[in-house]
């Protein structure tokens, strides 16, 4: 939905897209705009996972959107919202400054992605997951591998891509300025369950923490956001 902000109120809704497939899991829900000015949105599989390698479906896909709800003549297939496909639970989305795609995304049994989103491809799922190959699929940037990170929303500072962890219970870090792929992790168990991450104005980090979604264990604190300055993790 989009709404015009009055005061303090939400008003004149207008629907831009409808029809997406849901479920109590596998449901993604991020929402961005990109830097060519174009709405993306995240959807997941809907616990089906053979609707994510459908191009008729919204499910298991990455969208691409004008805000008014129609669709870019630029998108790979005609008259759809789809951008790319093959995705089990995409939920963080970020671009560096060489305008890429990254996007987060939930495995099975392990095997957690960060990849490089491109218009028109297919990532894999649920044909592939992880290192597995075959031709015509996209390979993570990296994985998890029998690690869970379980995450979530994901930004872009300074050559690296911080995303919060969900069941890791971290921010993790993927450095992006060298030859091989590594990735790091900060604030491990401190705050619980981390949802998302943005960079604020100022050049900081700020996470929200996700204890009270009945997954987590919530302190009498919880939930929080959470500032950090990335020089001192």
Known sequence: MRFTKEDKNLVEPLTIIEGIPGFSIHNGGRIKFGPDGLLYITAGDASISSLAQDTNSLAGKILRLNDDGTIPGSNPFPDSP??????????????????????????????????????????????????????????????????????????????????????????????????????????????????????????????LTNNRDGRGIPSAEDDQIIRIDPEKL
């Open 82 to 207: 789809v951008y790319s496909y093959g995705h089990r639970n995409p939920q963080g989305l970020a671009w560096d400054e060489e305008g890429r795609l990254f996007a987060t995304e939930h495995g099975s049994s392990a095997r957690d992605e960060v990849n490089i989103i491109e218009a028109g491809k297919n990532y894999g799922w649920p044909t592939v997951r992880g290192e597995e190959t075959a031709d015509g699929l996209e390979n993570p940037l990296i994985h998890s591998g029998d690690d869970t990170w379980a995450p979530s929303g994901l930004a872009y500072l300074d050559g690296s891509l911080y995303f919060g962890g969900l069941r890791g219970q971290s921010l993790y870090e993927v450095p992006l300025d060298g030859e091989t792929i590594t990735i790091n992790r900060h604030l491990q168990g401190n705050f619980g369950r981390l949802r998302d991450v943005v960079v604020g104005p100022d050049g900081f980090l700020y996470i």
